[in-house]
């Protein structure tokens, strides 16, 4: 057994220092402490994995800001490579903040739900001609939305006990799908069933919560307001 005397902590490992605080660690025969669980590293296999992914996502993307290149010096005015730029970010961002990550499912759903969008529209701003956001807002949002309520409607109905992990999250979306009228409003979309569904959907859902709540989701709210 080892201890670290600065995170006063006791560690059942062969490392030599402390893997919070980087501290030498001393050899302890006795302890009243309750040892903290083994210190796991990440193995080489999972490293070498890693180094590997990297430098195949950096080979694509040389590889497409050099091939985009010979096509704008052919008249192809089109910057495709940004594409596959905005692509590996996203894709290293989905894998550290969603697979890597150990927030709740809502949490990293909505994390989905937020990168994806995102993407949408960073694609659809690539053409300097158009500065203007037509798909990625007229269907990608409201249909995220429609999605992200869909799923955590049907997880919360198959696992109530885990209702509560969603419960501020649905109620926050919602209020977010029903303000999407404003792109209706404001005529900054130009189809308007999607965005009026999306935000339809919303209201049912936020309705539905509070006349028809459960006791998880009563207990909930209590403790969001007594916060």
Same mark, same amino acid.
């Not at 402390?18 to 302890?28: K, Q, T, Y």
């Not at 590997?52 to 985009?68: E, H, M, P, Q, Y």
């Not at 300097?128 to 799923?151: E, N, V």
């Not at 859902?205 to 007594?226: A, C, D, I, Q, Y």
């Given at each position: 057994?080892?201890?670290?005397?600065?995170?006063?902590?006791?560690?059942?490992?062969?490392?030599?220092?402390?893997?919070?605080?980087?501290?030498?660690?001393?050899?302890?025969?006795?302890?009243?402490?309750?040892?903290?669980?083994?210190?796991?590293?990440?193995?080489?296999?999972?490293?070498?994995?890693?180094?590997?992914?990297?430098?195949?996502?950096?080979?694509?993307?040389?590889?497409?800001?050099?091939?985009?290149?010979?096509?704008?010096?052919?008249?192809?005015?089109?910057?495709?490579?940004?594409?596959?730029?905005? =692509?590996?970010?996203?894709?290293?961002?989905?894998?550290?903040?969603?697979?890597?990550?150990?927030?709740?499912?809502?949490?990293?759903?909505?994390?989905?739900?937020?990168?994806?969008?995102?993407?949408?529209?960073?694609?659809? @701003?690539?053409?300097?001609?158009?500065?203007?956001?037509?798909?990625?807002?007229?269907?990608?949002?409201?249909? @995220?939305?429609?999605?992200?309520?869909?799923?955590?409607?049907?997880?919360?109905?198959?696992?109530?006990?885990?209702?509560?992990?969603?419960?501020?999250?649905?109620?926050?979306?919602?209020?977010?799908?029903?303000?999407?009228?404003? @792109?209706?409003?404001?005529?900054?979309?130009?189809?308007?069933?999607?965005?009026?569904?999306?935000?339809?959907? =919303?209201?049912?859902? @936020?309705?539905?919560?509070?006349?028809?709540?459960?006791?998880?989701?009563?207990?909930?709210?209590?403790?969001?307001?007594?916060?």
């Amino acid at each position: 057994m080892k201890r670290c005397n600065k995170c006063n902590i006791d560690f059942n490992t062969d490392r030599k220092s402390c893997p919070f605080c980087r501290s030498i660690l001393e050899e302890v025969t006795e302890s009243n402490h309750q040892p903290y669980p083994k210190y796991q590293e990440v193995s080489k296999k999972k490293r070498i994995v890693e180094k590997i992914f990297i430098f195949l996502s950096l080979i694509a993307v040389i590889v497409s800001i050099v091939s985009n290149y010979y096509d704008y010096v052919a008249g192809h005015t089109y910057l495709w490579s940004v594409v596959v730029l905005i =692509g590996v970010i996203f894709l290293w961002v989905f894998i550290r903040g969603i697979i890597i990550s150990n927030r709740y499912f809502a949490q990293r759903f909505l994390f989905v739900i937020l990168l994806l969008e995102l993407m949408f529209i960073s694609i659809e @701003l690539i053409d300097i001609k158009y500065l203007h956001l037509d798909w990625s807002l007229t269907y990608m949002l409201p249909f @995220l939305s429609i999605a992200y309520l869909f799923t955590l409607s049907l997880y919360a109905m198959i696992s109530p006990r885990r209702f509560a992990e969603f419960f501020i999250y649905m109620i926050l979306i919602s209020l977010a799908s029903i303000a999407e009228i404003l @792109l209706v409003v404001f005529n900054k979309v130009s189809v308007d069933w999607p965005i009026l569904a999306s935000s339809l959907f =919303g209201l049912f859902v @936020l309705v539905g919560m509070f006349l028809f709540p459960t006791k998880t989701s009563k207990e909930e709210l209590k403790k969001r307001l007594r916060a």
